[in-house]
């Protein structure tokens, strides 16, 4: 277990979380705020965690994580840092099940993430990119510390995104 909260445990994805994957990545708010990934099967989950996450922690030391309820240890969704070849900085990201939403536990995840990398992996800074019209996303970046500083591109054919960020050494 990397990170524990009140009510989640953060840990590595693994091959083991395929069928969770495909799940998560095909909801209809995930396809649209985040992106097609085009996981349709558990083989395709076990190829984008290796390529991803896994990759990431090899890589970098961190990367999404499962989300998991302690009380019943099922994946409720992904949190953790990234860090992409488009951003200078590393950032946050976190996509949750719909019947998960509203209850806290992006909120409770993503804070517990951005302690870990303040703390843990050492970063004084961290990002993270939105659509603009994903108000959810927006508020729970907010409440965890992240404000809005500008519109990027973070490739040629993608629309503008929203561009949060916290200096841990101005907080």
Known sequence: MLIETARLRLRHLTADDADFIVELLNEPAFIRNIGDRGVRTAEDARGYIAKGPVAS???HGFG??????KETGAPIGICG????????????GFAFLSRYWSKGYAVEA?????DHGRDRVGLRRVVAI??????PSIR????IGLRFERMVKVADDEPELKLFAVDFDKS
């Open 81 to 92: 840092l990234l860090k992409r070849d488009t951003l200078e900085d590393v950032d946050i």
């Open 57 to 59: 922690y090899e890589r």
């Open 64 to 69: 999404l994580y499962a989300v998991e309820l």
């Open 130 to 135: 939105t659509v603009p019209q994903n108000e």
């Open 110 to 114: 993503a804070a517990a993430a951005l």
């Open 140 to 143: 729970v970046l907010e409440k």
